[in-house]
């Protein structure tokens, strides 16, 4: 409300109102209409600062990111490769833009699948990826997405996901980067014609195609469904990159039978022992997605197919041992936070590695081994006097794991 007193003096300039046009009353002070307008401009200078946050690229070589993924996971190197190109390239695209070229080339963007098992790596290597990278990044599940109308979850709301993860920054979240975990789970159900509608398989990978492609897109801000009475934001997917993973539980089969019946003849038996059959996820094909399941036009809206190899043995203890935030240096910090220092005797871990191995959960199987074998030392520790290390044998680790086996046979 403007003040009437015709002595009032502005608090920030000092001017009075004889040479302002409005004085604005406050509890203590006032504050005139020029003051009013600049601190509304450094206000927004402020928050548009904030939001610059994802505005200075920098230009991270293919070979610099996958030796920051060599860090954090083991193997996968085909894997690591193809996703050091594609995010180089991603950077490219996005400064292409700021370049005064003198052809009309205009780079399109490869989005990426990658195929293999639970427990191989394919989440960790997203999740390592967003920790490296200044553009926004969001994890959306795939199996929680069905189609419009249908109780679920529209697949705008991944983008709704970047979005929150840009700080609501339109711009910034146009040139994100979006990974799609378990995107086998929305493989069309049956080639059969049905009465009913497949709203959570094809009708997903129908919705999918307008943001993988590139189109506007209207998202709700705080996701959720879509009402007409919620303003959406316009979000054009065109510099989106979109990294999809997915177990394709079965495809191996599918994979075996086209490359049983690609030759034919004499030949056909020579041609088949060629093939690596302890891991027939590394011949698969977008014909083989195809087959799965997925429509021609969303595996062609995905250009770049791989795979992550089953880990072995070795792989496994690395894993253990070996990543910045390996497992077995985890549960070492934790019990030094209790000021009581953990070490394990060698045989511990090929025990909980071969214990990992048979229930063919990968690496992350081996997080719920360890559990079942600590469970008991970081509930008594703590509050055992004294006590300043303890070493895990492996009659212990044995033992606490034949009990954790029997307790979870009688909860089943």
């Not at 690591?80 to 399109?108: C, F, G, M, P, T």
């Not at 790596?121 to 990278?133: N, S, Y």
């Not at 146009?174 to 497949?198: C, H, L, M, Q």
């Amino acid at each position: 409300m403007a003040s009437d007193n015709k002595k009032a003096k502005c608090s920030f300039c000092g001017r009075d109102n004889s040479q302002v046009k409005v004085m604005i009353a406050g509890t203590t002070g006032h504050i005139c209409d020029a003051c009013a307008d600049a601190a509304n401009n450094i206000a927004r200078q402020e928050d548009s600062s904030k939001k610059g946050n994802y505005a200075a690229l920098k230009l991270v070589k293919p070979t610099e990111i996958k030796e920051k993924l060599d860090e954090y996971v083991i193997g996968q190197d085909r894997a690591k490769r193809l996703l050091s190109v594609a995010v180089y390239n991603h950077y490219k695209r996005l400064n292409q833009s700021k370049i005064i070229s003198d052809d009309d080339v205009e780079i399109e963007k490869s989005n990426i699948i990658l195929v293999g098992e639970t427990g191989t790596g394919k989440t960790l290597l997203a999740k390592t990826i967003a920790r490296m990278l200044n553009v926004p990044f969001a994890i959306a599940d795939a199996t929680v997405l069905t189609e419009a109308g249908y109780v679920g979850e529209d697949v705008e709301s991944i983008l709704s996901r970047l979005l929150q993860a840009a700080d609501f920054d339109e711009k910034a979240a146009e040139r994100g980067i979006v990974f799609i975990d378990e995107i086998d789970k929305i493989a069309r159900k049956s080639d059969n014609p049905s009465i009913t509608r497949d709203v959570s398989g094809e009708g997903v990978q129908q919705a999918l195609l307008k943001l993988l492609e590139g189109s506007v897109v209207g998202v709700p801000p705080q996701g959720g469904r879509k009402h007409p009475e919620q303003k959406l934001i316009q979000i054009n997917t065109k510099n989106i990159l979109f990294v999809a993973g997915g177990a394709f539980d079965g495809i191996e089969r599918k994979i075996s039978n086209r490359l049983n019946t690609a030759s034919v003849g004499y030949s056909a038996s020579a041609n088949s022992d060629e093939y690596d059959k302890e891991n027939f996820l590394q011949y698969v094909t977008p014909q083989d997605l195809k087959s799965f399941g997925l429509i021609p036009e969303l595996v062609g809206r995905f250009p770049s197919v791989t795979n992550l190899d089953k880990l072995d043995a070795i792989a496994l203890k690395r894993i253990l041992l070996e990543p910045k935030n390996a497992i077995i240096k985890q549960y070492v910090k934790l019990f030094a936070l209790d000021g009581i220092a953990l070490s394990f005797d060698k045989y511990v871990l090929d025990f909980i590695v071969e214990k990992a191995m048979e229930n063919k959960l990968g690496a992350r199987g081996l997080r719920g081994i360890c559990e079942v074998i600590l469970t008991d030392l970081m509930y008594n520790l703590p509050s055992q006097k004294g006590v300043k290390e303890y070493k895990v044998t492996l009659e212990y680790a044995q033992e606490q794991f034949n009990i954790g086996g029997l307790k979870t046979m009688q909860l089943a």
